[in-house]
């Protein structure tokens, strides 16, 4: 059953705030998020006392790399079954562009949100080459060089594919809220969406005037400072 948190439009219907381009905020691991500041801790300020703003920025990119962690998981488990090249690449092609769609719609049911705990190991250890390599290896010793390429294969037209569909969302979205939202700025909602609707806090992405104030994100702000002061660093300059 979806939660509360999902059974909300997509994002692009509900994003009632337009804002002016401005600086981007990061994750830790650099993602680039084109939100305002004051708009993003806004959001992340209603979790202040029960979750840090790190831990949602951190959770923003295990969303992000959810795809790329099913692929793998997928891949490395058609090796038990002894696939075909061309099955692989149907494999890795379809779990690609299956969580392109999650994302797009914000489809995070069971047993998607059990992959997210193990997707934010993955989006520390992949940005090391390790689990790509491992699995490189592993499809090299299972069928050979083909196997390998059908996996880059599947991967790579899946990307394309799903680069295509995050395009056309990414129109959609700058019509109704004249913001280009790309795939990450739709993964921090998620995130946040899933830490709120954790703790029974609204859901809701428009901020209201109070919310908008320094003194309401700040505490927010101003924790992440403290602890990560070279996450803050990123962006503290607008």
């Known amino acids: 059953m ?5 059974r909300q439009p997509p994002v692009w219907l509900i994003f009632g705030v337009r804002q002016n381009q401005t600086m981007p905020i990061y994750t830790p691991r650099g993602l ?4 305002r500041k004051d708009y993003a801790f806004a959001l992340m300020g209603r979790l202040h006392g029960k979750e840090s703003a790190f831990k949602i920025l951190q959770l923003t990119e295990a969303v992000e790399n959810l795809g790329g962690f099913v692929t793998t998981i997928a891949a490395a488990g ?3 079954y002894s696939v075909t090249p061309w099955e692989m690449a149907g494999i890795c092609f379809g779990a690609s562009i299956l969580m392109t769609l999650v994302s797009i719609f914000g489809l995070f049911i069971s047993p998607i949100t059990f992959l997210i705990p193990p997707a934010r190991v993955y989006s520390v250890l992949s940005g090391y080459g390790i689990i790509f390599i491992g699995l490189c ?3 090299y010793f299972a069928g050979g060089i083909w196997l390998v390429a059908a996996m880059l294969g599947g991967r ?3 990307w394309i594919a799903g680069g295509i569909l995050n395009m056309i969302q990414m129109k959609i979205a700058l019509k109704h809220t004249g913001l280009p939202i790309s795939a990450s700025e739709r993964s921090f909602f998620h995130a946040y969406r ?3 609707n954790k703790h029974g806090i609204s859901t809701s992405l428009t901020v209201t005037d109070d919310e908008s104030s320094p003194d309401a994100w700040m505490p927010s702000y101003q924790k992440l400072a403290m602890e990560w002061p070279m996450v803050v660093a990123r962006f503290s300059e607008e």
């Open 194 to 196: 899933l830490m709120a």
């Open 156 to 158: 790579l037209v899946g």
């Open 2 to 6: 979806l939660t509360h948190a999902l």
């Open 137 to 139: 290896a592993l499809l």
């Open 32 to 35: 680039r998020l084109r939100l």
């Open 78 to 80: 058609a090796v038990y």
